[in-house]
């Protein structure tokens, strides 16, 4: 008896995949960094002492809601808004999780600490692209469904 559910190796190879959850994965990094940044940049000019685990964590909450409101916004040009807000609700959490909390680790481990310094930013924005990238292609071409 042959084994039908043993499923072809994935192709890693598609270079239109490849641009696709690249540009997907560079949408959800602007709406991601919009709220990430702000959140970060509020508590390094205002002085509020906070822990840096709570300033991340909050900087990674805002990053999540500006990265929806984003995507709700771009759908919402296509689709009507109440949709385009399920759909961007319904993105890929792995992706958008994973691409903050690279971005906050970078932070952490260059600056010690919750601090936007303008040698870090492009470090930061590179973790949190190249991090999630492999899993949105992935996401592509295995399961046919686009993450942001």
Same mark, same amino acid.
């Given at each position: 008896?042959?084994?039908?559910?043993?499923?072809?190796?994935?192709?890693?190879?598609?270079?239109?995949?490849? !641009?696709?959850?690249?540009?997907?994965?560079?949408?959800?990094?602007?709406?991601?960094?919009?709220?990430?940044?702000?959140?970060?940049?509020?508590?390094?000019?205002?002085?509020?002492?906070?822990?840096?685990?709570?300033?991340?964590?909050?900087?990674?909450?805002?990053?999540?809601?500006?990265?929806?409101?984003? @995507?709700?916004?771009?759908?919402?040009?296509?689709?009507?808004? !109440?949709?385009?807000?399920?759909?961007?609700?319904?993105?890929?959490?792995?992706s958008m999780i994973s691409? @903050?909390?690279?971005?906050?680790?970078?932070?952490?481990?260059?600056?010690?600490?919750?601090?936007?310094?303008?040698?870090?930013?492009?470090?930061?924005?590179?973790?949190?692209?190249?991090?999630?990238?492999?899993?949105n292609y992935w996401r592509? !071409?295995?399961?046919?469904?686009?993450?942001h």
């Amino acid at each position: 008896m042959t084994d039908t559910s043993v499923q072809p190796a994935l192709d890693w190879t598609c270079k239109h995949t490849w !641009k696709r959850a690249s540009v997907n994965t560079l949408w959800c990094l602007l709406g991601c960094s919009i709220g990430d940044f702000g959140t970060i940049l509020f508590f390094q000019l205002t002085g509020i002492a906070w822990p840096v685990l709570l300033i991340m964590t909050l900087a990674i909450i805002n990053g999540l809601l500006t990265s929806i409101a984003l @995507e709700t916004f771009i759908l919402s040009r296509q689709m009507a808004f !109440k949709l385009a807000f399920k759909t961007a609700i319904g993105m890929s959490m792995i992706s958008m999780i994973s691409m @903050e909390v690279a971005m906050n680790v970078v932070d952490y481990l260059a600056t010690g600490g919750a601090i936007l310094v303008l040698w870090v930013i492009p470090l930061m924005l590179f973790a949190g692209f190249i991090t999630p990238l492999p899993y949105n292609y992935w996401r592509l !071409k295995a399961l046919g469904r686009a993450c942001h």
